[in-house]
């Protein structure tokens, strides 16, 4: 039977409910930069971005249990100021879109579309962090943001959230410098049961020129819309 708890809404729970950061510019002084100066300076600088990903969302181990990963893959774009869209294409068809106002999943199989204001759900999220401001600072009364030592080849920034009961614990965002701009790599999501969401990215673009319609969404003929 098919678990529709969703990539997407795994996702959700971890970085939207409760899905780019990222920049280092080769050579120079960015060669010396931490973390939080190159995300400081991807801030400023992407205005839009598209990426593939690869999730995996690996649930908490229980008592004579191992811990349970399932994992999901598919397209990323987004567009300051909040704006975003995920296609989920394996294992199953999903889209998740941001249109600046309301947050729109579509479940294929179930031919379902859920709808929710932006506002009410985004707040101190990973999506949020990634496409809501245009700098560091905006973000610093949702986001208490640290540098982390460089491992794997990037640089990594801890964004915790600021108010200690929400459901997002913590979000590492691991950062590769590329001669061309900025390029996020990894985005590390952590919630407050103990769920981990691990979000690769590849092809990254900065700034790309995107169709008109990317962050327009409308519901399919037919589908059931539910507005919670």
Same mark, same amino acid.
């Given at each position: 039977?098919?678990?529709?708890?969703? @990539?997407?809404? #795994?996702?959700?729970?971890?970085?939207?409910?409760?899905?780019?950061?990222?920049?280092?510019?080769?050579?120079?002084?960015?060669?010396?930069?931490?973390?939080?100066?190159?995300?400081?300076?991807?801030?400023?600088?992407?205005?839009?971005?598209?990426?593939?990903?690869?999730?995996?969302?690996?649930?908490?181990?229980?008592?004579?249990?191992?811990?349970? #990963?399932?994992?999901?893959?598919?397209?990323?774009?987004?567009?300051? @100021?909040?704006?975003?869209?995920?296609?989920?294409?394996?294992?199953?068809?999903?889209?998740?879109?941001?249109?600046?106002?309301?947050?729109?999943?579509?479940?294929?199989?179930?031919?379902?579309?859920?709808?929710?204001?932006?506002?009410?759900?985004?707040?101190?999220? @990973?999506?949020?962090?990634?496409?809501?401001?245009?700098?560091?600072?905006?973000?610093?009364?949702?986001?208490?943001?640290?540098?982390?030592?460089?491992?794997?080849?990037?640089?990594?920034?801890?964004?915790?959230?600021? #108010?200690?009961?929400? /459901?997002?614990?913590?979000?590492?965002?691991?950062?590769?410098?590329?001669?061309?701009? @900025?390029?996020?790599?990894?985005?590390?999501?952590?919630?407050?049961?103990?769920?981990?969401?691990?979000?690769?990215?590849? !092809?990254?673009?900065?700034? /790309?020129?995107? /169709?008109?319609?990317?962050?327009?969404?409308? !519901?399919?003929?037919?589908?059931?819309?539910?507005?919670?």
């Amino acid at each position: 039977m098919k678990n529709h708890s969703w @990539p997407c809404r #795994a996702a959700l729970a971890l970085w939207v409910k409760a899905s780019l950061l990222v920049l280092a510019l080769g050579g120079g002084a960015w060669a010396r930069a931490d973390g939080l100066d190159l995300l400081a300076q991807f801030m400023k600088q992407a205005r839009s971005g598209q990426a593939q990903f690869t999730q995996v969302v690996t649930s908490p181990s229980r008592p004579g249990q191992l811990a349970r #990963a399932k994992t999901s893959s598919g397209s990323f774009e987004f567009q300051r @100021p909040g704006k975003f869209r995920f296609d989920y294409r394996k294992p199953f068809v999903q889209t998740l879109v941001a249109d600046g106002q309301t947050l729109w999943l579509h479940d294929q199989d179930l031919n379902q579309v859920t709808a929710r204001p932006q506002s009410q759900v985004l707040g101190a999220t @990973p999506a949020a962090l990634l496409t809501s401001a245009s700098d560091l600072q905006a973000l610093k009364k949702d986001f208490q943001f640290t540098p982390e030592p460089d491992r794997d080849g990037l640089q990594w920034v801890r964004a915790t959230p600021q #108010a200690p009961d929400g /459901p997002i614990r913590s979000v590492m965002v691991g950062l590769r410098a590329a001669a061309s701009g @900025p390029e996020l790599a990894v985005l590390d999501v952590q919630d407050s049961l103990g769920q981990r969401s691990l979000l690769t990215f590849s !092809a990254f673009e900065t700034n /790309p020129v995107l /169709p008109a319609n990317t962050f327009v969404y409308k !519901a399919p003929a037919g589908a059931d819309v539910i507005r919670p």
